[in-house]
């Protein structure tokens, strides 16, 4: 059964850092979109970061360009997002996606909390 788990979500103070996994089991992400994406109380999920398994190219929002960076192991089926001088902001449920061609994957979604 195909599936995406997000961890490394946490509690950090803000100027603070923390690298979320993405880990696939199931399918690989060799033909996928890999996106990051977030969700804070209130408001609408939004785009953060996305790669293209197929050539490498990545994608930033602009409220996190510069401080985040996304990145992927192939050998372990992982993308993570190093996530870097936080601001209370940031603060959401982080949820990793895999788009296809055909097929999609989200994960259950992990809670980072940037407060002091």
């Known amino acids: 059964q195909a599936q995406l788990v997000e961890s490394g979500g946490g509690l950090v103070q803000p100027g603070g850092s923390l690298r979320l996994s993405c880990a696939a089991s199931?399918?690989?992400?060799?033909?996928?979109?890999i996106g990051w994406f977030r969700q804070a109380p209130g408001k609408e999920r939004e785009g953060v970061s996305c790669l293209d398994a197929s050539n490498g190219n990545t994608y930033y929002a602009d409220s996190v360009k510069g401080r985040f960076t996304i990145s992927r192991d192939i050998a372990k089926n992982t993308v993570y997002l190093q996530m870097n001088s936080l601001k209370p902001e940031d603060t959401a449920v982080y949820y990793c996606?895999?788009?296809?061609?055909?097929?999609?994957?989200w994960g259950q979604g992990t809670q980072v909390t940037v407060s002091s």
């Open positions: 199931g399918f690989t992400f060799d033909y996928y979109t």
């Open positions: 996606n895999a788009r296809g061609i055909i097929n999609g994957y």
